[in-house]
């Protein structure tokens, strides 16, 4: 119970380490867990069994339990009959429902981006496109999610809304998974990048109906990126 050794079981479990604290053992496991899931180290479809997790974290099976229960409520896990659960792709539903609020939102914050900005606001977004770029044009495509990801969190933090950016924010365990998706091709990855160049100019220039418009389509281009590669990601 008291030893830090990281665990050697397979399926992008490794940096779930043992751990000596009792206090929310479960919590820790449930949180690392769903990061797994959600970063694609854990694919859908893979077994998870309770006693096996538990013999590789070198706890009882109770925390186990306790986290595998709360991601089946959560939606990511379902009970098998012959015992332990399987990870569950992500279904059409999802994928149009998440994208469509999405739209809504994502567009909404760049149209108050663009009205509500001081133009020292926006160095900090040509940062992350120049460092995309970097990684883009050295294969790495690996290191594009959690850019793009840091991208629009600064993108979001210029509507000045906080309400509607916790909103955007409780959706984004699911866009962390679509934009691993789509980032893994590199021709999409590039669009991306292009049209985050686009929106940035737009924004400079205080074109709040284009900026939306743009975002719109930005995502519906991840949708049907997201939707075509569905048998894939079931």
Do not use: C, W
């Not at 830090?4 to 490794?14: I, P, Q, S």
């Not at 990061?35 to 069994?49: E, M, Q, T, Y």
């Not at 850019?147 to 962390?176: C, G, R, V, W």
Request: hydrophobic share 35%; aromatic share 4%.
């Amino acid at each position: 119970m008291g030893s830090k050794k990281k665990a050697t079981m397979g399926n992008g479990l490794e940096d779930l380490v043992k751990i000596g604290e009792r206090k929310s053992l479960g919590q820790h496991v449930f949180e690392n867990l769903k990061n797994a899931i959600i970063k694609g180290d854990i694919l859908p479809g893979s077994r998870l069994i309770e006693s096996r997790l538990a013999e590789t974290l070198g706890i009882s099976r109770t925390p186990v339990r306790e986290a595998m229960h709360k991601l089946e409520r959560e939606g990511y896990l379902r009970k098998l009959p012959q015992g332990g659960f399987s990870l569950l792709g992500l279904s059409r539903d999802q994928v149009e429902e998440t994208f469509g609020i999405r739209g809504a939102l994502e567009s909404y914050a760049a149209r108050l981006a663009a009205e509500k900005h001081q133009p020292s606001d926006l160095e900090p977004l040509e940062q992350k496109i120049r460092i995309y770029q970097k990684h883009l044009d050295s294969k790495d495509l690996d290191a594009l999610t959690d850019i793009n990801t840091e991208f629009h969190d600064l993108l979001y933090a210029l509507s000045k809304s906080p309400k509607l950016i916790k909103m955007i924010n409780n959706l984004q365990d699911q866009i962390y998974r679509f934009r691993q998706l789509i980032l893994k091709d590199e021709k999409l990855a590039i669009m991306s990048n292009n049209d985050h160049k686009d929106m940035l100019a737009l924004i400079r220039q205080r074109d709040a109906e284009g900026v939306e418009q743009l975002v719109r389509e930005h995502l519906a281009r991840g949708q049907k990126a997201v939707l075509e590669s569905y048998d894939d990601i079931r």
